[in-house]
């Protein structure tokens, strides 16, 4: 249990310690409360040993350990509110009815990283979800198709297919048609039983040559269906190279292949439906880094914005930002 006056020094230390990767001393305390050395020294040592503080071998100044920050976070920190700049330009991008909401996420997500100079992830939602709604071919070169397969909720994936020769225009037209008739409102991981066992006796009725068209469609929605089942978008990835606490070549090389697990952030255990921080090892990704992140809801659709930072993050921020996108999304 700690006492106002610890409490207040494990802020300063905290929050000084965001703003300058330097190990904070007792004078500066000294300054902002008003009270002897020895008194902030020995209140130091107090929170040195009960594991909210660290000594560094460089330095008689003190930096947070990761307990200390976790105390921050779920004790002492108040969010942070966004400048009137950063607030209009998020505004902006929501209030803007050219732009459809999954760019609208995206975008602003963007900004985030921008601003706040770390990693953001948006994990979308599960592909395979997705129920049918139209497939579109235009034709390419040399015997070449474009396959077009949107679903319900506007998720659109794009599929090249080379042809058999001397397959007609009339008989990828005729295959198509049949395909939307048959299979609209088909949960996208069920077409590829539904082209076997419900189209592929019915195809050879109209089209000449089915055989070969068929094996081409059923071979692109196999390979659509057997693709990653969530929507992954990783901006700024070079923000936390930026951090000082990854100068270290090896270290990057780990955290850049950390960063392309999507499984690790997405099966990170929530403890509230609104923002959770894994700070450390309580993240899945790396011991020296820092995890703010929030799911959200549109239109039936669930999702998860993903900050990544160092363990030293500025929370107050990051967590005033996503607060103000997670509503703007909820409230659309």
Do not use: W
């Amino acid at each position: 249990m700690l006492n106002d006056r610890r409490k207040e020094i494990l802020k300063i230390i905290v929050e000084e310690y965001i703003k300058t990767v330097k190990p904070v001393g007792s004078n500066s305390i000294c300054q902002a409360l008003d009270c002897s050395s020895a008194t902030v020294r020995n209140e130091m040592m107090y929170l040195e040993d009960n594991g909210l503080l660290e000594k560094t071998h460089t330095s008689s100044g003190r930096v947070p350990s990761e307990g200390g920050y976790r105390y921050y976070v779920n004790n002492l920190m108040e969010p942070q509110n966004m400048t009137g700049e950063e607030m209009l330009k998020l505004q902006q991008i929501f209030h803007n009815n050219a732009v459809i909401m999954n760019d609208a996420i995206k975008k602003s997500i963007e900004l985030v990283s921008d601003i706040t100079n770390y990693t953001a992830v948006v994990l979308g939602n599960n592909s395979l979800l997705n129920c049918l709604k139209k497939v579109e071919t235009i034709p390419l070169d040399e015997g070449k198709i474009l396959t077009m397969v949107i679903t319900d909720k506007g998720h659109v994936e794009y599929k090249t297919t080379v042809l058999p020769p001397n397959i007609s225009k009339v008989d990828v037209k005729q295959t198509v048609d049949l395909i939307n008739k048959l299979l609209v409102g088909t949960p996208i991981s069920e077409i590829s039983s539904k082209l076997e066992f419900e189209v592929k006796p019915i195809i050879g009725q109209y089209v000449k040559q089915y055989e070969s068209l068929y094996d081409a469609f059923y071979k692109a929605f196999s390979e659509i269906s057997n693709k990653p089942t969530v929507d992954v978008q990783l901006m700024g990835r070079s923000h936390i190279l930026e951090q000082p606490e990854y100068n270290n070549v090896d270290k990057v090389k780990q955290l850049l292949y950390k960063l392309d697990d999507v499984k690790a952030i997405s099966e990170m255990k929530e403890e509230n439906n609104g923002i959770n921080i894994y700070i450390g090892k309580e993240n899945q990704i790396d011991d020296d880094v820092a995890v703010v992140k929030t799911k959200y809801s549109y239109n039936g659709d669930e999702g998860t914005i993903a900050i990544i930072g160092p363990k030293r993050m500025n929370y107050a921020k990051v967590v005033g930002v996503l607060d103000f996108i997670k509503s703007n999304i909820d409230n659309s």
